[in-house]
């Protein structure tokens, strides 16, 4: 049903790509604009820079009452103690980066398979294929948890990094799959024939010669996995319960819920930086990639 | 999963048919091996994708359902109990006030949260200096995880070191020390302005494109007209970025409605489980309660609620369609 609703309108032309651009031209000069702009853009990065600075504050300074605004000297002890009982800061980052980087992996090349057999094959059930995936989209994940619980218990999965990073990998290919397919379709077919006849096959024509053309494509469903993987709370709750397996999400709400109820607040923030910092850094960095996929979720 | 998953669209016209009926009838047998070899392949080439879907979607989809049918416990056999598991969670008053809390908190959040992803859109849309800074920073929240962000907040708010009531309490708005985690009302408040610092950049960046995609003539046009801001908002702009609007709007609905990290790092759905969303609820029968069974059902209905608002969704916008 949501199908419908999100179809695209119509594809658009390199007319009314060009139409666009000559209207991003158009310019504010109106200096209340910019003000608010300005303002409300300090309001949104606030939180973030507040608990930035608050990860360098003393113990004394972070757990103050009232709040200290400005650390007097910065220091870097709260890194060291999110979790003085179980593993180090360290162990939860390295246990995110590795099932993020699994989950990047397995996505990135599970939907650039995936995405050149529907756009450049022709099979049977290839329109059910893609039907289920794109309809997982109808099925909200969390009231898939009770069962996947299950079934990661029949599969011995439970507890396991990898285990985790097949679920994310999953819950990735609506989206992977999608971008994927209509990168390889806006391949011109000329491109191919022409690797065809130079003596390559379809497929050894994938690594060579389309991957290149499709890397936008890639770098966006790779970003994509990385955010959802390094971000994802509920499943990891769920199915990781021994300590030193915890994610970073996960470890966070665990220091938070420390021995008496106490929370260390400089060593919260600090796991909060270590968690928050990357994706920001990396939207930053990557700021094309992400809105071009928004722009194909979309439709425009 | 998270808010990516639901963006992506299906694209019904561009799936093509498959070749088969319509093939001519003078298929040589050397043709139809390739074409058996093409299929091979891309089955092959789908194999990973398809494996995992089945083995982490349909099979976990199909026995959701199977369990919402079943006394499911932990160790030992399950047994078969009819409908009473929909019979308990549609008679449970948890329930209803858990359905209850998500819709209030659903319509709040998203009223707010589209109105001012409008405005930040057609503030920040035009060119200006630092217009990419500004962007950047209003998105960078969405980047951040729910329950990351959801501990930032707890952290910024909290009566002991939060800065945010020493700030209320500096400026007189309210007195110092003030818990607002203490009140259903003001908890809620806290959890609906960390909701929409995090979403609502997502919403904008859609409506900028949306709006990006207007032809320039159509303002022009409408300034020769002499259309004042308003006019030309309600009469030129939102009437062209009805598609982007309303995917935000079905976007932040439901992703709205499925809320659960915010709640559990925030507020353990406290104070007095005045904050369990029908996640949590779902969360805490089966995982709290350890009613297997049990809590499928409830995600079936969760499921069914889902469809509900993607079916009502699909209606508007055919009955906006219908009008001329």
Known sequence: ?300 | MSHTAVLSPPDPAATRATPGGSAPSVARSGRSRRRRSEGLQGWALAAPAAILIALFFVLPFGLTIWMSFFDWPTFGMPAPVGLDNYTGVLSDPKFGEAVLFTVSYTVVASVLGILLSLGLALLVRPKFAGRTAVRALLFAPVTIGFAPAGLLWLSMANARTGVLPDLFAKLGLAPGGTDWFAEPTTTLAVVVVMTIWKTVGLAMLVLITGMDSIPPEVYEAAKLDGARAWTTLTRITLPLIVKPLSLVILLTVTTTFLAFDQFYTMTKGGPDGSTVTVVYYLYNAAFVALNRGYAAAVAVVVVLIMAIISIAQVQLQRGRKAKP
Do not use: H
């Open chain 1, 1 to 300: 049903m949501t199908a419908q609703t999100l179809t695209p309108t119509a594809a658009a032309s390199p007319r009314r790509i060009r139409r666009s651009r000559i209207q991003a031209q158009d310019r504010s000069r109106n200096p209340a604009r910019i003000v608010i702009a300005i303002v409300l853009a300090a309001l949104f990065a606030f939180p973030i820079v507040w608990t930035t600075v608050g990860a360098f504050k003393s113990a004394t300074e972070a757990n103050a009452s009232p709040p200290v605004w400005w650390p007097s000297a910065f220091t870097l002890e709260n890194f060291a103690k999110l979790d003085s009982s179980g593993s180090s800061l360290l162990g939860y980052v390295m246990n995110s980066v590795a099932v993020t980087s699994m989950t990047v992996v397995i996505t990135t090349v599970a939907a650039v398979l995936a995405g050149y057999a529907l756009a450049r094959y022709r099979f049977r059930g290839q329109n059910v294929f893609f039907g289920v995936t794109i309809g997982m989209l109808l099925v909200p994940y969390p009231a898939l948890l009770v069962s996947l619980f299950t079934v990661m218990v029949w599969f011995g999965l439970t507890n396991s990094l990898f285990g985790l990073a097949l679920i994310y990998a999953t819950f990735q290919m609506p989206f992977a799959i999608y971008m994927m397919r209509n990168s390889f379709e806006s391949v011109p077919d000329e491109l191919i024939e022409a690797a065809e006849l130079d003596g390559c096959s379809k497929f050894t024509a994938l690594p060579r010669v389309i991957l290149p053309l499709v890397a936008p494509g890639v770098v966006t469903v790779a970003l994509f996995a990385f955010l959802a993987a390094w971000n994802e709370f509920l499943a990891a709750l769920v199915l990781l319960n021994n300590n030193p397996s915890f994610t970073l999400p996960i470890a966070l709400v665990n220091a938070q819920n420390g021995p008496l109820n106490t929370i260390d607040w400089g060593a919260l923030q600090a796991g909060i930086t270590v968690t928050m910092l990357p994706c920001v850094i990396l939207f930053i960095l990557l700021q094309r990639y992400y809105v071009s996929g928004l722009v194909a979720g979309t439709g425009k």
